[in-house]
């Protein structure tokens, strides 16, 4: 390096390194097996990806190599056999079977369920997880359930406990790209449906704000503030919770009516019962919820639409 960058001669730069001048003209020798010896550990890297010099240096001498582990590890790093980094294991995402997913939005009940699940424990530290399902357009909670373990499985049966209870299928389903929600047994009943699914972008939880304002409610409400003795004790609050809560809960963005108040009312001007419509053009609906209140579009006055048959004569009375 001195005589090549600082242009000394080769018996200054001895001088000053302190290195005799024979050590410049001594050419050293690759042992006779080195070649072999190198493909061997270009072998066993291949072989296992995982595996260091150490547990390579076991291998040979195993095999019968006569071989010191300073040497292996020389020729390993000379070879660049390095242990790669771990790669972080990539998840299966859901396709969304609709159109325009992330533009979808609810236009009357049972049209979009969302779907998500949340996390506590009991007294004694063990685990519980809650299955909510939220209705977008009504902002009825549909199911609370709560459980020590909620599989791909059940979670087909509670979304098929609920058709039976409402006599109808969601047209979708939202939800993120939990391993319960990608699973087969969910796509395979939402094949058998015919219900659509839309997934949401993986960390995007603001994609689904309907559940997740949902489940910050029950946070905040439930979850935070009792402390569960038993798994049926959690059941039972929750689902005492759940029926006040369709029930009475004033909801801002359905002009302070309940849940429960708002379907009904909607039902009675819309004047068609929950039942899944036949594959075809839909008609739109008579009563649409607009993008705000329904106390801001009763001001604006374009809440309800005109029936074909017989004008409304009056608007939902808030």
Not at 39 to 54: F, H, N, Q, T
Not at 254 to 274: C, T, V, Y
Request: hydrophobic share 35%; with cysteine.
């Amino acid at each position: 390096m001195l005589v090549q960058r600082l242009g000394l001669s080769e018996r200054r730069a001895c001088e000053i390194a302190g290195q005799h001048r024979s050590t410049q003209r001594h050419e050293p020798r690759e042992a006779c097996d080195g070649q072999v010896l190198r493909a061997r550990l270009r072998e066993i890297s291949a072989d296992k990806p995982r595996w260091g010099y150490r547990r390579a240096h076991a291998r040979l001498v195993e095999e019968g190599w006569s071989i010191n582990r300073k040497r292996c590890q020389r020729l390993w790093r000379e070879e660049g056999l390095r242990v790669p980094a771990r790669k972080r294991k990539r998840r299966r995402l859901g396709e969304s079977s609709t159109d325009a997913a992330g533009r979808l939005r609810a236009g009357r009940p049972d049209h979009v369920w969302a779907l998500d699940f949340q996390s506590d424990e009991t007294a004694d530290g063990r685990q519980l997880r809650v299955l909510n399902v939220v209705d977008e357009f009504t902002r009825e909670a549909l199911a609370s359930d709560c459980a020590r373990s909620i599989t791909a499985d059940a979670t087909v049966a509670a979304l098929q406990r609920l058709v039976g209870e409402r006599g109808t299928t969601p047209e979708h389903i939202r939800c993120d790209n939990g391993p319960e929600l990608t699973a087969n047994a969910l796509r395979d009943w939402c094949r058998a449906s015919k219900t659509s699914t839309a997934y949401i972008e993986p960390g995007s939880p603001w994609q689904n704000p309907y559940i997740e304002s949902f489940n910050a409610r029950v946070r905040d409400e439930v979850l935070d503030v009792e402390l569960f003795a038993s798994l049926a004790e959690a059941q039972l609050i929750l689902a005492d919770w759940r029926a006040g809560y369709n029930a009475g809960h004033p909801h801002s963005a359905l002009g302070m009516l309940s849940p429960a108040r708002f379907a009904a009312r909607w039902q009675e001007h819309n004047g068609k019962p929950r039942t899944r419509r036949p594959p075809g053009p839909r008609a739109t609906p008579r009563c649409a919820r607009p993008p705000g209140s329904l106390r801001e579009a009763s001001e604006a006055g374009d809440t309800l639409q005109p029936d074909t048959d017989q004008a409304l004569s009056s608007k939902v009375d808030l």
